[in-house]
C-alpha cells in the first residue's frame, strides 16, 4: 500500500495555474482601466461642482480694475468717514451706517447700499435695505445671520458711486 504524497501536497490533484503572458497582460489592463475610469468619474465631478472661473472675460475685468483704482483714489481725496454697526436685533441682523465728510458734517442727499457678503458661497449672500433717518444716517434689517461675513457698503449720488468699502464681520446669535 502506497500513498501518492504528490496528491495531498497539491489539493486533491489539481494543478496550480501557471502564470502565462496573457494573464499578466490582462491584469495589467484592468488595472489601468480601474485608474482611468476612476479618474474619469472625479474629473466630471470637479467640472461640474465648480468650474474655478470667478470672471467670464479677463480682459473685461482688467478694465474695471482700472477704473475701480481711479475711483479709490477718487474716495481717497474726499476723507469721507463712514462708520458701520452690526448687530443682532430680535431675530434679524440691525444694520446702522453713519457717514460724515472731513470736517465731521453729515453727508446729505446719498443712496446707501449694503451687502452682507458670504465668504463661499453667493446665493448666500444678502441685500440690506438701507433707508436715510437722518442726514448722514441710515438703518436697514435682514435676516439674522450668525458667522463670518464681509459687509460691502456702496454711497451714491445720481447713480455714480461715490464711496464703496469691503470689511469682514463676525455676528454671534442674539441674546436671549
Avoid at 7 to 19: A, D, F, L, M, Q
Wanted: proline share 2%.
Amino acid at each position: 500500500m502506497s500513498t501518492n504524497v504528490s496528491n495531498s501536497i497539491t489539493g486533491g490533484g489539481r494543478r496550480p495555474k501557471e502564470v502565462t503572458g496573457r494573464m499578466v497582460l490582462v491584469c495589467f489592463v484592468a488595472f489601468f482601466a480601474v485608474v482611468a475610469g476612476v479618474n474619469a468619474v472625479m474629473i466630471r465631478a470637479a467640472v461640474s461642482t465648480f468650474g474655478g472661473v470667478d470672471t467670464e472675460n479677463s480682459y473685461q475685468a482688467g478694465l474695471a480694475f482700472a477704473r475701480e483704482i481711479a475711483a479709490v483714489e477718487a474716495q481717497d481725496a474726499r476723507h469721507w468717514d463712514v462708520r458701520a454697526r452690526v448687530a443682532a436685533d430680535a431675530g434679524a441682523t440691525a444694520l446702522e451706517v453713519v457717514a460724515v465728510d472731513a470736517a465731521g458734517t453729515p453727508l446729505a442727499g446719498l443712496e446707501a447700499t449694503a451687502r452682507l457678503v458670504h465668504p463661499t458661497d453667493k446665493r448666500a449672500d444678502h441685500v440690506v435695505a438701507l433707508s436715510e433717518t437722518a442726514p448722514g444716517r441710515f438703518k436697514g434689517h435682514t435676516d439674522e445671520l450668525v458667522g463670518q461675513w464681509a459687509l460691502v457698503i456702496e454711497l451714491s449720488r445720481d447713480g455714480n458711486r461715490l464711496f464703496r468699502s469691503r470689511n469682514r464681520v463676525f455676528m454671534r446669535e442674539a441674546r436671549k
